[in-house]
């Protein structure tokens, strides 16, 4: 039987109850260099970065993702993903918003690209700040929050759009809202006759897994059909309280997927995302998509070249369970697009011909 998932070490001199606690976990986040030195050992480009961009892209981390980082460590895989490098001062190719969300938007944080279903970003807060987010642009940002009257219109024009089946609540993090706010959103959303599905993005269950309590799971059981996607990066991220977190959803009949991106130096080869995929679906996690990294301001240091990418995504077929597999993707101003192998070679005559996952070349009899 494969050895369980690692419990995440309580700092000494924090009591276990507050530990466990996600509002004392969201009011002692990490905010600035001194809070990340009590923590893990100084490093001068940490130090530099969070002075330079202090006022360019916020700096914040729970508690619970800080003791997952290698604390002697700067190029700890989880420590990257949150802790500022000088390398985000130099990119001059990235863009601020490389999807051209603001355009798709009809009214404020509405984004539609598809005919028939909306990301909603209904806050402008998350548990910690990625250092490659897609909304950087918003996220900490004073004038993206959204006011409840703001949700009310944005309501209004989903309510007014019959097209809308499927509502994808983002932001920010939605689990960053309290129930009784969550609960308003979900049950007024559940009103609208045309909207069939709600899904949630959240990466809660990654940097604060203490937020899906059972009060949180009871409450998204009653407005199914509730689906949620995550965000798992790494197979250190993989503790036993995010299995707990992830578990506690798939038994209240929410299904979980994950949605990474492929990250340089965190999880851009075979052997760590096979990692990576493997263990989430011991956790009964679905790995549903990798994105490749935007062109985005700041990331030029993650980015890696889609022909990479390919090539560890068809490393992982036939040597790991089909389901285990996400489809790796680019998303773009028209919406996601596959990156994949080339598998159907063309074809001679009356076959076509394929390559199989070990390299041979396959004649399938398919009469034109």
């Keep these: 039987m494969r050895a369980p998932f690692p419990e995440t070490r309580v700092p000494p001199g924090i009591a276990a109850a507050d530990w466990c606690d996600w509002r004392w976990q969201m009011r002692s986040r990490i905010r600035d260099a001194d809070a990340l030195s009590r923590v893990a050992t100084a490093d001068p480009d940490e130090?530099?970065?969070?002075?330079?961009?202090?006022?360019?892209?916020?700096?914040?981390?729970?508690?619970?993702?800080?003791?997952?980082?290698?604390?002697?460590?700067?190029?700890?895989?989880?420590?990257?993903?949150?802790?500022?490098?000088?390398?985000?001062?130099?990119?001059?190719?990235?863009?601020?918003?490389?999807?051209?969300?603001?355009?798709?938007?009809?009214?404020?944080?509405?984004?539609?690209?598809?005919?028939?279903?909306?990301?909603?970003?209904?806050?402008?807060?998350?548990?910690?700040?990625?250092?490659?987010?897609?909304?950087?642009?918003?996220?900490?940002?004073?004038?993206?929050?959204?006011?409840?009257?703001?949700?009310?219109?944005?309501?209004?024009?989903?309510?007014?759009?019959?097209?809308?089946?499927?509502?994808?609540?983002?932001?920010?993090?939605?689990?960053?809202?309290?129930?009784?706010?969550?609960?308003?959103?979900?049950g007024e959303l559940r009103a609208i006759d045309h909207v069939e599905i709600l899904r949630l993005g959240t990466r809660l269950p990654v940097t604060l897994p203490f937020r899906v309590t059972p009060e949180l799971c009871r409450l998204l059981a009653d407005h199914h059909p509730?689906?949620?996607?995550?965000?798992?990066?790494?197979?250190?991220?993989?503790?036993?309280?995010?299995?707990?977190?992830?578990?506690?959803?798939?038994?209240?009949?929410?299904?979980?997927?994950?949605?990474?991106?492929?990250?340089?130096?965190?999880?851009?080869?075979?052997?760590?995302?096979?990692?990576?995929?493997?263990?989430?679906?011991?956790?009964?996690?679905?790995?549903?998509?990798?994105?490749?990294?935007q062109l985005l301001e700041g990331t030029e240091h993650f980015r890696v070249p889609v022909e990479r990418g390919i090539e560890i995504f068809k490393a992982l077929r036939g040597r790991t369970s089909g389901f285990a597999i996400p489809e790796y993707v680019l998303d773009t101003p028209h919406g996601k697009v596959p990156l994949q192998h080339r598998w159907l070679r063309g074809r001679d005559g009356d076959d076509v011909l394929v390559e199989t996952w070990d390299g041979a070349i396959w004649r399938e009899p398919n009469p034109g």
Excluded at 117 to 136: D, G, Q, S
Excluded at 266 to 276: E, G, Q, S, V, Y
Aim: proline share 7%; with cysteine; charged share 25%.
């Design 226 to 293: 509730v689906w949620l996607n995550t965000h798992f990066n790494h197979p250190r991220e993989l503790s036993a309280e995010a299995a707990e977190s992830c578990d506690r959803l798939t038994r209240a009949g929410v299904p979980v997927g994950n949605q990474s991106v492929l990250l340089r130096g965190i999880n851009d080869d075979p052997a760590t995302m096979k990692a990576l995929c493997e263990g989430l679906v011991r956790m009964r996690v679905r790995p549903y998509y990798c994105y490749q990294a």
């Design 47 to 186: 130090t530099e970065a969070i002075a330079k961009l202090s006022d360019r892209f916020h700096f914040v981390i729970t508690p619970y993702y800080a003791a997952l980082m290698d604390p002697e460590d700067a190029d700890c895989p989880i420590r990257r993903q949150v802790v500022p490098r000088t390398a985000e001062l130099d990119d001059p190719a990235g863009l601020a918003d490389p999807l051209d969300e603001v355009a798709h938007s009809p009214v404020k944080n509405v984004i539609r690209v598809y005919p028939d279903r909306i990301a909603f970003c209904v806050n402008n807060e998350c548990a910690l700040y990625c250092r490659y987010c897609l909304r950087k642009r918003m996220v900490g940002e004073p004038e993206w929050a959204m006011k409840k009257q703001e949700l009310g219109e944005a309501l209004d024009w989903i309510r007014a759009t019959p097209e809308i089946r499927d509502v994808l609540l983002t932001g920010g993090d939605p689990l960053t809202f309290s129930d009784e706010r969550l609960a308003w959103l979900l």
